[in-house]
């Protein structure tokens, strides 16, 4: 996938989850070694059957941690993931905000991601924002008020798919 920040420009992610659909607007002119990872990880199948394994009510929901997943990754998937260099950039982490989660190590985001459910001014600067939830808010909030114990849903909330488009 070697297509210019203005061709990936053209697609939009959907998330297809246990709560309902998400549509996010990719930020490819910010973000776009993240977002062509990001797709490819998705057409490859790498988040088909993982879980929001995170939950922090008024800061984020996060999903794309591999150890959330149902199946193990084949070879194939597996050669798909490595770090990734971080592309901060100037986009303020407001509610539907999508950004790479990461360790420590500015370099350390590979599949998890989160979406904001609230202003959280500490990320900006710090975390590769690549998109933006332009459907499905209601999705989003009902992951959120998942019952929970700390900041693990009690029952699991499948991302079961993401599905690349055109917009």
Do not use: W
């Amino acid at each position: 996938m070697t297509e210019t920040p203005q061709e990936l420009a053209t697609y939009r992610a959907v998330l297809d989850t246990s709560a309902g659909p998400i549509a996010i607007e990719l930020f490819a002119d910010k973000a776009p070694n993240t977002v062509r990872q990001f797709m490819r990880l998705a057409a490859a199948g790498v988040y088909n059957g993982m879980a929001f394994h995170r939950v922090a009510p008024g800061f984020v929901i996060q999903t794309g941690a591999l150890s959330s997943r149902a199946a193990p990754l084949t070879e194939k998937q597996q050669k798909l993931v490595h770090n990734l260099p971080p592309e901060f950039n100037d986009t303020k982490h407001v509610k539907g905000i999508v950004s790479m989660a990461r360790a420590e190590a500015a370099d350390s985001a590979q599949t998890s991601f989160f979406i904001c459910t609230a202003p959280s001014t500490a990320l900006d600067g710090q975390y590769t924002a690549f998109g933006r939830v332009v459907d499905g808010m209601p999705a989003v909030d009902a992951i959120e008020a998942s019952p929970r114990n700390g900041e693990t849903p009690i029952t699991r909330v499948d991302l079961k798919t993401i599905r690349i488009e055109k917009k």
